[in-house]
């Protein structure tokens, strides 16, 4: 069950939802779409040297995320990303590029304003590049992180956009 941002506790693990705040953004190599976290790949179709069937073979991949906030209406948290597993509910797909004839690709991605769901360590760090936190405010803040000798996991529930 989602626990309330405003609520966690430090040093236990604990699974929230919320939406996507960048703390810094990239752009995604095939599209160029601002994003804080992206994976791709590219497959290119050959034929069989017997038979002569076609196949789709993968000829490029590539996957990158950022630190970044999860936000909800009691709070905000830094996610950080080290050993991070990044996974989407069944109804949210990769999106498809085709390049042509002989060649295609797959991408998903994390944008701001994305719905997500993490699993992760409480801890506390003081953030001082919070643009959202006046000068006067404290700089402590949460992070989500993964635990010692486990994975973070953040699923990507609802897209911004519908």
């Not at 994003?35 to 017997?50: D, F, M, N």
């Not at 709070?75 to 950080?80: H, L, N, Q």
């Not at 635990?147 to 990507?156: E, Y």
Request: charged share 30%; hydrophobic share 40%.
């Amino acid at each position: 069950m989602a626990e309330p941002i405003g609520e966690l506790t430090v040093g236990r693990v604990a699974m929230v939802r919320g939406t996507v705040v960048p703390r810094d953004l990239m752009d995604c190599p095939l599209t160029g779409q601002p994003c804080v976290y992206y994976s791709y790949s590219v497959e290119q179709r050959r034929r069989s040297r017997v038979g002569g069937d076609a196949f789709w073979d993968i000829v490029e991949r590539d996957e990158a995320i950022l630190e970044f906030y999860i936000e909800d209406d009691t709070g905000r948290a830094i996610v950080t990303p080290l050993r991070a597993r990044v996974d989407r509910v069944r109804h949210i797909v990769p999106v498809m590029i085709e390049f042509g004839i002989d060649r295609q690709a797959q991408q998903l991605l994390i944008e701001p304003g994305d719905r997500i769901e993490v699993t992760a360590e409480v801890t506390s760090v003081h953030d001082l590049y919070d643009e959202g936190r006046s000068y006067r405010t404290n700089a402590e803040r949460l992070m989500l992180r993964a635990p010692d000798k486990g994975r973070l996991d953040i699923k990507l529930l609802a897209r911004r956009n519908g």
